[in-house]
T-cell receptor, first 116, second 115 residues
Framework: AQKITQTQPGMFVQEKEAVTLDCTYD???????LFWYKQPSSGEMIFLIY??????QNATEGRYSLNFQKARKSANLVISASQLGDSAMYFC?????????????FGQGTTLQVKP | ETGVTQSPTHLIKTRGQQVTLRCSSQ?????VSWYQQALGQGPQFIFQ???????GRGNFPPRFSGLQFPNYSSELNVNALELDDSALYLC??????????????FGEGSRLTVL
């Protein structure tokens, strides 16, 4: 069973508009962390935002916010005011447990294209 | 602050050969993780090194091995290369203790093609 599911292989958004990238997860561990990474064509994975399972509020980082719905096991990324430079592959990932292990479980990714 | 650097960026090998990929972790980070990313897929965890010891391994065969050095740089070695080993290999560094998110900082990867 997939632990991280990203159901949108590709998304288009008009420049300056907002877009939501979907992510659902599956874990029986009460302690976990959820991450979003951006991967441009260069290959580097760029950290965007983090949400801990015990965090009461949704995480925000500049134009990025994470819509965390624990009961639904979803952690959607919202990008506001899209820019051309946002065009990239986006990955949702999960770390299980409370330790700072380097093991993340990644989804299949969503390709985002921002139209001018 | 120096980021994560990987070498080589691209390389081509033939089936049965051996390859060594290198990674310099971000300054101050003592944990290195390696990931394999096949084309069009998400990265898959290979293993992690913390203070020069393997400290967690994914579902990869023993021909995938690694090292971490006292300066926290790392190597990934793959023996008896197979066609399916063709992928982008990503190295990520992090703090093994402390830090709230323990976020991983990735390099740009080494793209391996096996012919």
């Amino acid at each position: 069973a997939q632990k991280i599911t990203q159901t949108q292989p590709g998304m288009f958004v008009q420049e300056k508009e907002a877009v939501t990238l979907d992510c659902t997860y599956d874990t029986s561990d009460p302690s976990y962390g959820l991450f979003w990474y951006k991967q441009p064509s260069s290959g580097e994975m760029i950290f965007l935002i983090y949400q801990g399972s015990y965090d009461q509020q949704n995480a925000t980082e500049g134009r990025y916010s994470l819509n965390f719905q624990k009961a639904r096991k979803s952690a959607n990324l919202v990008i506001s005011a899209s820019q051309l430079g946002d065009s990239a592959m986006y990955f949702c990932a999960m770390r299980e447990g409370s330790g700072n292990t380097g093991k993340l479980i990644f989804g299949q990714g969503t390709t985002l294209q921002v139209k001018p | 602050e120096t980021g994560v650097t990987q070498s080589p960026t691209h390389l081509i090998k033939t089936r049965g050969q051996q390859v060594t990929l290198r990674c310099s972790s971000q300054s101050g980070h003592n944990t290195v993780s390696w990931y394999q990313q096949a084309l069009g897929q998400g990265p898959q965890f290979i293993f992690q090194y913390y203070r020069e010891e393997e400290n967690g391994r994914g579902n990869f065969p023993p021909r995938f091995s690694g090292l971490q050095f006292p300066n926290y740089s790392s190597e990934l070695n793959v023996n008896a290369l197979e066609l399916d080993d063709s992928a982008l290999y990503l190295c990520a560094s992090s703090l093994g203790a402390g830090g709230y998110t323990g976020e991983l900082f990735f390099g740009e990867g080494s793209r391996l093609t096996v012919l």
